[in-house]
């Protein structure tokens, strides 16, 4: 074992540019950081100094504090949970299914038959709009807000005076269970509970709750916990991997509360994984097609670099890396098909550099496996003897 602690941190959607099949996905041309940069022109010197910009064209730097490269996805989703399976060595050929345009009857139908509730909305929406516009109604009539982001995801929202924030966790378990049907395949059921008052609802932040499918094969995670090794999720990850192969979730509302978190954790003494999922670069800004706030999300999380780096251990390890695109200056509000960033930082790297591109994201989980001397994954291989 090199390293005791492995960090990895996911940004959520920070894409580096189009795959050589982004045409399959109709995302000619996207760019989620090359495009975002061209516009504002990132001071992120902090994140320069590890190849976070160099991670674009791939070019040689001398200078670079990190090693970094490219990886290429394969499987066959752009979606949060293929990004992720993928990252701890799943091979997924079948993506989760995204409904646009609103879902078909019978999942609405089956969604009024086990609450007992009426459904409204049933469109896509990417931000609080859809409360705003349908939160009277929902409180007047104890219906339920049924909608979708451009993720595989169906969002129940439901003002937690009309509907107890259990009683709708209890809605999205049995709509969870609804929803497994393979004709179907939808990723995440989400629980949206909000409060105030007409004109001013908001969503409660803190009691939004996901309910992901549970991975379908083994994962680096499951294996590192059989050998007794400390798997810390952060953010998101719990829910993305449905609590499998995780033994700490540490919940985190934004961006600043997981990299406080992730601070926090570094100053524990464990010997593992801890995984972070910085949600807010798609959530808040890729799927609203936000510019200016991704930009200034991304300036936001260069100030944290440093901090982040000096707390790391001699014998530490941090990845930096995305799950997938979302670029904000394309079309529509989906995802978009993208290679991500890899950046690897030790303060033991002697010679770091540019590594050659990853062919699947699974090259991650593989060295990660590889370091703590646990079963490889069914994909990925390990390039941890390159690193120096």
């Excluded at 976070?52 to 394969?74: C, G, R």
């Excluded at 969604?111 to 459904?119: A, K, L, P």
């Excluded at 406080?260 to 999922?277: A, P, Q, R, S, W």
Aim: glycine fraction near 8%; charged fraction near 25%.
């Amino acid at each position: 074992m090199r390293f005791k602690r492995v960090f990895l941190i996911v940004l959520d959607s920070l894409g580096v540019g189009e795959t050589a099949d982004a045409a399959n996905f109709k995302d000619n041309g996207c760019n989620t950081l090359g495009h975002i940069n061209e516009q504002y022109n990132l001071f992120i010197p902090n994140l320069k100094k590890i190849g976070f910009l160099n991670t674009l064209n791939m070019n040689e730097d001398s200078k670079v504090e990190a090693y970094y490269t490219i990886a290429k996805p394969v499987n066959a989703g752009k979606d949060t949970l293929n990004g992720h399976y993928e990252m701890v060595g799943i091979k997924n050929d079948i993506p989760f299914k995204t409904f646009n345009q609103g879902f078909v009857f019978e999942i609405l139908s089956g969604i009024e038959q086990v609450t007992g509730r009426s459904v409204i909305g049933n469109k896509c929406c990417n931000d609080d709009s859809i409360i705003q516009e349908l939160g009277e109604r929902q409180v007047n009539y104890g219906s339920l807000i049924v909608y979708t982001s451009a993720d595989s995801d169906l969002q129940v929202a439901a003002h937690e005076d009309s509907v107890p924030i259990s009683t709708l966790y209890q809605y999205c378990e049995k709509i969870r269970a609804l929803t497994l049907q393979e004709d179907w395949r939808i990723g995440r059921v989400i629980a949206r509970p909000f409060t105030g008052t007409p004109g001013k609802y908001k969503f409660i932040n803190s009691g939004r709750r996901d309910y992901a499918v549970k991975p379908p094969k083994r994962t680096v995670l499951d294996s590192l916990l059989e050998n007794n090794y400390n798997v810390i999720g952060i953010g998101k990850i719990n829910d993305i991997f449905d609590g499998q192969g995780i033994n700490k979730n540490i919940k985190a509302t934004n961006n600043t509360e997981a990299i406080n978190k992730l601070t926090d954790i570094m100053e524990k003494n464990f010997t593992g994984l801890c995984m972070v999922n910085l949600a807010d670069f798609d959530s808040l800004y890729g799927h609203a097609r936000d510019v200016q706030g991704y930009a200034n999300a991304i300036e936001e999380l260069d100030v944290d670099i440093p901090i982040i780096l000096n707390k790391l251990e001699l014998d530490d390890l941090l990845i930096i890396t995305a799950d997938h695109g979302n670029d904000p200056t394309f079309r529509g509000n989906d995802h978009t098909r993208e290679n991500v960033p890899v950046i690897i930082y030790s303060r033991n790297f002697k010679e770091p550099k540019r590594l050659s591109p990853f062919e699947t994201f699974a090259n991650i989980g593989a060295t990660i496996a590889d370091n703590f001397e646990v079963e490889s994954p069914e994909i990925g291989k390990s390039i941890l003897d390159e690193l120096v």
